[in-house]
């Protein structure tokens, strides 16, 4: 049988695997020198994807023999499903041998080994560079040397390098990677560069996107820690650079819509993925950090996942309401959408059930404290399928299972993660509907069938577009950052109703009572004592004509008359 799965083992295991994973000893044992497996344990051009949470689980855990075979058979299930449904792909540039050092005392040592592989280098000094721009491969360098255009490189080696400069793809600053890192980069990356799609965008509910009349959101580029997510503002369009892109995901934690996914773990992964850790607690374990050696108490699975920054509160409650346990996170980072999310994750958890849901360790000794306080929540456990759902959806569905027909109160919510709520002046609004057309997240509609204006805040992202599209006075706000938990926050709830006016001439029903009696008071006074326009004022589109055509009709035969 074909195996989808490799360990490799540095000492005999003291029990057997499941029958789907290859074991040997050593790396040279595999027989079939280029044989493709798609999980190893450790990292191997044999396998298309390493899981470091293998080894760390094998090492650690103190669950039972006959639970550590099922388990360990689970993580390379679990990562073998998120590749299946990854929708990243591989892209390359290639990059040629012309190099800028900027080093100072250094920089004559690095010249004369690059020149000596072939590279052509450069070196300036750190005050002679104003700009950098482009990426790997294409990197346009302004200096102060230069009279004429830009000075053009492939790649860059700068100590101490500015935060401009940091933000291009083909940049390494040796003072903050350390210097035979940054020199293996420069090799590395020469002839070709290999890169990914990391983000998944969605124009569709961008709250950035084509927003003219007001900025409402561009949380994404401002998180963004290169050129990879960059936004005009005149026609508010954002522009994605995938060579520059580092695979954070800071942007998707902070989007307020769901606009933007992470490739590598898009939500339907992430959903199937937390689908295996029913009755375990989690320890989420990025891939770029370094893990301590501590004992796994039992219960506890490793959920290992490339990048740190992009999980958000869908991510997480889903994790917790398929596992009904506590969520434990390792890591050396917490992006802002992140931090927030397990904030706002955390008061709702203590409101409903007095307990922690998430904790999040930094070093060993916190790890070691959160694995001692783990907590069941079974309680929350909540089972949905979440195939085609948006973020935003996602997130709100699952919590109004949890809040059920109780009021927990109000929180509030983040800077970077955004839910809140509208009033609306039922007097004042003629339903005209401009804010359903500028909601692109469906939280506002309109529903025709008895004439009225719904909204369900938990759907709103805050980004206040409705109020700025509202013609009318003092009709619409929105109440920002403002999270109810409570039934009704989660329901489509009627904001403005009126009747159908019908047609004063054929009787069909063609707008509201009160769009009608709105343009009447601000035409009538301007007709004057014209009856016909003035009836005009109360007639469908097609009845309209008919009755200015029979006043001219009836004018015409009144002057013959009195001819």
């Not at 592989?117 to 346009?140: K, P, Y």
């Not at 963004?224 to 060579?243: G, N």
């Not at 069909?508 to 601000?522: G, L, N, P, R």
């Amino acid at each position: 049988m074909e195996k989808e799965y490799l360990y490799l083992s540095d000492t005999p295991l003291a029990f057997p695997l499941d029958e789907s994973i290859e074991i040997v000893s050593q790396e040279s044992d595999l027989g079939i020198e280029h044989s493709q497996y798609i999980v190893s344990n450790k990292m191997t051009v044999a396998s298309q994807l390493y899981a470091h949470e293998i080894d760390y689980y094998v090492k650690n855990t103190q669950d039972t023999l006959a639970a550590q075979i099922q388990n360990i058979k689970k993580l390379y299930d679990v990562r073998a499903s998120v590749y299946d449904l990854a929708q990243d792909m591989d892209y390359s540039q290639e990059v040629g041998k012309k190099i800028l050092i900027i080093l100072g005392e250094k920089s004559s040592e690095l010249k004369e080994r690059l020149t000596a592989d072939g590279f052509t280098c450069l070196v300036l000094a750190a005050e002679e560079v104003t700009d950098v721009q482009g990426h790997i491969g294409r990197l346009s360098v302004t200096t102060t040397k230069l009279m004429r255009g830009d000075l053009q490189v492939d790649q860059i080696i700068w100590a101490q390098a500015p935060d401009f400069a940091m933000k291009q793809s083909g940049v390494y600053d040796p003072t903050d990677i350390g210097w035979e890192t940054a020199v293996e980069k420069l090799y590395a990356n020469s002839d070709t560069f290999h890169y990914k799609n990391y983000v998944q965008y969605d124009p569709e509910i961008c709250q950035y996107q084509g927003r003219l009349l007001k900025e409402t959101c561009g949380k994404c580029e401002e998180v963004c820690p290169s050129v990879a997510i960059t936004k005009t503002d005149e026609d508010k369009q954002l522009h994605f650079s995938d060579v520059d892109c580092h695979g954070c995901g800071g942007c998707v934690s902070v989007c307020p819509s769901g606009a933007l996914d992470f490739t590598q773990m898009p939500r339907e992964a992430f959903y199937t993925a937390a689908s295996f850790y029913t009755g375990h607690s989690a320890l989420i374990l990025p891939a770029q950090v370094a893990l301590p050696d501590l004992p796994l108490p039992e219960g506890v699975l490793p959920l290992g996942i490339e990048g740190r920054k992009y999980l958000h509160e869908a991510h997480l409650l889903t994790l917790l309401q398929k596992s009904g346990r506590s969520v434990v996170f390792y890591t050396d980072f917490v992006s802002k959408g992140t931090g927030d999310a397990i904030r706002l994750i955390n008061e709702i958890f203590e409101r409903k059930y007095h307990k922690r849901a998430v904790f999040v360790c930094m070093n060993a000794g916190e790890l070691q404290e959160a694995l001692g306080q783990i907590e069941d929540l079974e309680a929350c456990r909540f089972d949905m399928h979440d195939e085609g759902l948006r973020k935003r959806e996602l997130f709100t569905y699952r919590l109004a299972h949890l809040v059920g027909e109780e009021d927990l109160g109000v929180v509030e919510t983040g800077e970077h993660i955004h839910y809140g709520n509208l009033v609306i002046n039922e007097d004042a609004c003629t339903l005209c509907m401009s804010c359903v057309g500028v909601c692109n997240v469906a939280a506002l509609t309109a529903h025709p069938e008895d004439q009225t204006l719904k909204f369900n805040p938990s759907l709103c992202t805050n980004c206040g577009y409705c109020e700025v599209a509202c013609p009318e006075k003092d009709c619409l706000s929105v109440v920002y950052d403002r999270f109810t938990l409570a039934p009704e926050y989660f329901t489509k709830n009627t904001m403005a109703h009126d009747e159908l006016f019908a047609c004063v001439e054929c009787g069909v029903e063609f707008a509201t009572q009160k769009a009608i009696e709105k343009i009447a008071t601000m035409m009538t006074p301007r007709f004057g004592d014209n009856a016909a326009k003035i009836r005009t004022l109360y007639c469908c589109a097609d009845c309209k004509p008919k009755v200015m055509l029979q006043a001219e009709i009836d004018q015409n035969n009144r002057e013959r008359e009195n001819g």
